[in-house]
């Protein structure tokens, strides 16, 4: 096998984490040495001391990618589920893991993603009371040629993780799901 950072980047809401996690599940399964990588997470540790300005972003997108390099150099495959809302982060963290680099794009719509925020941060975000949010007073620079594109809002996850772990397969060489007896 191959060893691989998977960056499934999105618009807030988009499913990100939550499939971020069950990814994670399906490949430890395939006894991979993986490590997951949460956008949320890895603001509260590494990068708590930035703020939310696009140098900033650029530079906990750049953190989280050493972190995930020094991993890889270890054997261990990552999959960071973040917004990673510039192109030029996400090409600077392509240049930084370089083979290996995989970028999974949710696309979905901003609408979906609101209607899926249990947290209030759109609503929040639109009160003025967040800002350089995403998607609201922030930009997302959709990727133009990901890897591989899901639309969550169109696929469940079971499906996302087939179409993901298809792709691993044909370019990873990831072992085949073991039997469970």
Do not use: W
Request: glycine share 6%; proline share 3%; with cysteine.
């Amino acid at each position: 096998m191959r060893n691989f950072y998977l960056l499934i980047t999105g618009l807030p809401c988009s499913g990100k984490t939550t499939l971020g996690k069950r990814l994670y599940e399906a490949l430890v399964q395939r006894d991979i040495s993986l490590e997951l990588l949460d956008g949320d997470k890895v603001r509260e540790s590494i990068s708590k001391d930035l703020d939310f300005s696009r140098p900033a972003r650029i530079e906990n997108s750049v953190r989280v990618v050493n972190r995930a390099r020094d991993l890889m150099d270890k054997g261990t495959a990552c999959i960071l589920s973040m917004v990673a809302p510039y192109s030029e982060a996400r090409l600077r963290a392509r240049k930084i893991i370089g083979e290996g680099f995989v970028e999974i794009y949710f696309d979905v719509l901003l609408e979906t993603c609101e209607k899926r925020d249990v947290k209030g941060m759109y609503k929040r975000a639109r009160n003025g009371e967040i800002k350089n949010f995403t998607g609201i007073d922030d930009i997302y620079e959709e990727p133009l040629n990901p890897d591989i594109r899901i639309r969550t809002d169109i696929l469940g996850i079971d499906e996302s993780i087939v179409k993901i772990e298809r792709f691993l397969l044909e370019n990873f060489f990831i072992a085949e799901a073991k039997l469970k007896i």
